[in-house]
């Protein structure tokens, strides 16, 4: 059928369907039956605009359900509870005739300081396509598309339309594609958004590696890839290397390009008719579902959302002071208590339906909570009287609940933080309530990590990032358990900002911006440098307490293929009903160069009740050990041993296995004169050869040069074979005979 109205219709129409007719609409062609569908921000609720549109949520939007946005629901680790935020908005789309969602966004939070953090996940691959993959599945259940992005490589705000990030293939795939990877082989997103930016200096909109070659060849990708807004910069290229819809209109401009390219050889025309085809399929899928469009229950959509922000929450640090009692005299301070932050500024920007507060929701159940503004919700003003009413209204209550946090400036799309501090006001105001009330509580509500100078002179932080519209409600729970939080931190606290991995290559120089730190990000680095920090990836109390035990591995051994179940028991030993968040962990202990310490590979979240045990399952598998080599274009295991470390956090294991993996291929070992003595000696299969080349040829001594002596025999094996010109009697012809025999002993 659709090859059938392909053949139809005109070049200009072919051309035409490839742009949007408007900023949230795609082309129709009446004529042939193909309608017009509309696409619409963003991951965590909808951006309908009726009226005159916009790209930063500046103009208003219908009024929808505000879910957790990303920074707070990666932090639920829970891949049910996304499914199901994602189900919820698969419905409100085919309510509102929405065909494709434009989320979730995947990109990995390579720096605190990125203004668009608080939309993306997690600093981990693995957590980030999980429970995206999670997402897309419930959005699509409804016959509703969404739109996987930002594709790729796009960690920053600062030059995002002109900045090329500069970045190696191992790093490449190994952090900032693994998430793009996994949802899409796993969820099979309708379509794909490709990123503002460059990559090593090719603009992301006609990457053909990217966009066709990975994407599709190597991933299998079946749906099309449209640009961001305003991101092609030419659009021949871009239909080329595999893009098929620009957003938005281009006015005709672009459609002229594509014709006349076509029309003068420029541009195959069976490319183009391939971008129709994908294009059409997408529009077909969402415009011939057996799908009713209803009205949503809004009330019910406000109550996953409630419950979901009570998921989210990550109790950082508690001494004691909660949770509260309903009974207890607090002081409730900083005006964030009755204007939250409850979501991100941008493209992203939902008319919430209505937002909770915990003021409001709080007094309802506890009349002895008093209030103080303190500090304003949206600058860094300090007002001494103010001050001095939250100081005195902290001094006579039994606890003062203090509610901090960014301004919506600091977390929004278009701008990078330049710092990781929280307003000065904040700060000081909470050091000198500290030193008043010995049960203070912070809570606090961000898009991305920040600095706490003060944490060690507070009784208790209670994270709950950017919560959506239920905040209030969920907020309320959690200090007074009626809900007990049960959230991880889905990216580190580091102490500074000077510690942070790419703080010397942020956000570059308006040209260039340089991922030198590699692989290691987040937790990676920090545990590899031994770098102390606040709160490590995965860190999260409760109000109860959970044991483990009994891991079990099905067997110590495997290779290529093959896989292995690793099981525990988790018991709640404490006296209230919880939920942990069970992380799994690989470290490769085959020394081979290069890996992190340890890498996530597995989360469970299990509720229990009080003395309940139940067992939670994970599957390895050599994907799981592997790291991307750039020698042979794919992963690859080392044969050897790894460690299956079941985790509380990443800094805390509670227990763990040792594997054996056994690779069935080997990474090839390539001889020439400029091969190292060293690699040679250590090869299994050619060691014999240079131990008795280099014994003959120096009087017996098979260190290769009449030493025993340790440096040298370390600056032996750091030299190329040519140095044996040099250092040996060694001829040409023999050095071509030996580099021959250990070619042919190496088949």
Known sequence: MIKDLIKQMTLEEKAGLCSGADFWHTKAVERLGIPAVMVTDGPHGLRKQEGEADHLGLNQSVAAVCFSPACASASSFDENLLYRMGSALGEECRSENIAILLGPAVNIKRSPLCGRNFEYFSEDPYLTGKLSSAQIKGIQEWEVGTS????????????????????????????????????????????????????????????????????????GFEGFVMSDWGAVNDRVKSIEAGLELEMPSSNGIRDEQ???????????????????????????????????NTQYDIEEHHKIATDMAKECAVLLKNEGALPLSRQTKVAYIGAFAKIPRYQGGGSSHIHASRVTNALDTGRDKNPNIIYAEGFPHDKDLEDQSHFEE?????????????FAGLPESFDSEGIDR????????????????????????????????????????????????LAGQGVGEATDALLYADANPCGRLAETFPLRLEDTPSYLNFPGDGKKVVYSEGIYIGYRYYEAKKIPVLFPFGHGLSYTEFSY???????????????????????????????????????????TPGRPVKELKGFAKVELKPGETKSVTFEIDARSLSWYNEEIGDWYAAGGTYELLLAHSSAEIRLSEKVKFTPVREIPFRVDENTTIGSLLKNPKTAPIMSTMLSKSNGGNASGFGSSNEMLKEMTGGLPLRALFGFSKITEDQMKELIYVLKEQLK
Not at 259 to 271: D, Q
Not at 391 to 402: G, N, P, T
Not at 554 to 572: K, M, W
Request: charged share 25%.
């Open 148 to 219: 996987l992005k930002h594709y790729a490589v796009n960690n920053q705000e600062t030059y995002r339309m002109t900045c090329s990030s500069e970045v190696d293939e191992r790093t490449l795939r190994e952090i900032y594609l693994a998430g793009f990877e996994m949802a899409v082989k796993e969820a099979g997103p309708w379509t794909v958004m490709s990123s503002y930016n460059k990559i090593n200096g090719e603009y992301a909109s006609e990457n053909k590696k990217l966009l066709t070659d990975i994407l599709r060849e190597e991933w």
């Open 258 to 292: 594509i014709v006349k390219a076509v029309r003068e050889g420029l541009l195959p025309e069976e490319l183009l008719d391939l971008a129709v085809e994908r294009i059409l399929k997408v529009i077909f899928q969402y415009s011939q579902a057996d799908a009713t």
């Open 390 to 402: 939250a100081v005195k209204a902290a001094s006579k209550a039994d606890a003062a609940v203090i």
């Open 418 to 465: 330049k710092h990781m501090r929280l307003p000065e006001c904040q700060n000081r105001l909470i050091e000198q309530i500290a030193g008043v009330q010995k049960n203070t509580i912070v809570v606090l509500h961000n898009g991305s990590a920040v600095e706490v100078p003060w944490a060690d002179k507070v009784n208790a932080i209670l994270e709950m990032f």
């Open 549 to 591: 035990h009994d891991m079990q591995v099905t067997r110590g051994y495997f290779t290529e293929g093959e896989s292995i179940t690793v099981t525990a028991q988790i018991t709640n030993s404490g006296k209230m009903a919880g939920k942990e968040v069970v992380q799994l962990y690989v470290g490769d202990r085959t020394g």
